[in-house]
């Protein structure tokens, strides 16, 4: 989970299609992934549960809430994520349940929402 979320992050495209599961590969537009990357900064992650996925398990699942800012709005993606571990290729994201919601921008001295424990006016909120 965490490495697709840097894929997102950092534009790795690549990465993504990688550890998508084979039978949802085909439907996959890389071109459009690509270009919603460019107008999307990705500013945190946390992970709220986890079920399975150890070294002797065959799938698992991952509930995770991302924020990310798009068209000058910070927004949070709250998903249940089901993964399974392909022989071919490691672990791979099957599908997830997901919800995104706008989230209020906090005000200068409330706590940063990417996490880093920084006020908002010290981490993100610099203009």
């Known amino acids: 989970m965490r490495s697709r979320y840097t894929a ?8 993504l299609a990688r550890t ?11 071109a459009d992934v690509s270009a919603g990357m460019k107008t999307t900064q990705w500013i945190g992650l946390e992970i709220l549960d986890t ?9 698992g699942i991952v509930e995770f809430v991302a924020r990310f800012q798009a068209q000058g709005q ?3 993606l709250h998903e249940r994520s089901r993964f ?16 995104v919601q706008p989230v209020k921008k ?12 920084k006020k908002f006016k010290q981490c993100c909120g610099r203009a």
């Open 8 to 15: 997102y992050a950092r534009g790795d495209v690549a990465h």
């Open 20 to 30: 998508l599961a084979p039978e949802h590969r085909a439907g996959f537009d890389m």
């Open 51 to 59: 079920k399975d996925g150890d070294t002797d398990d065959s799938t």
């Open 74 to 76: 910070v927004r949070a």
């Open 84 to 99: 399974r571990r392909d022989e071919k290729d490691g672990w791979v994201y099957v599908d997830g349940e997901t919800a």
């Open 106 to 117: 906090p005000g200068r001295n409330d706590p940063c929402p990417c996490g880093s424990g």
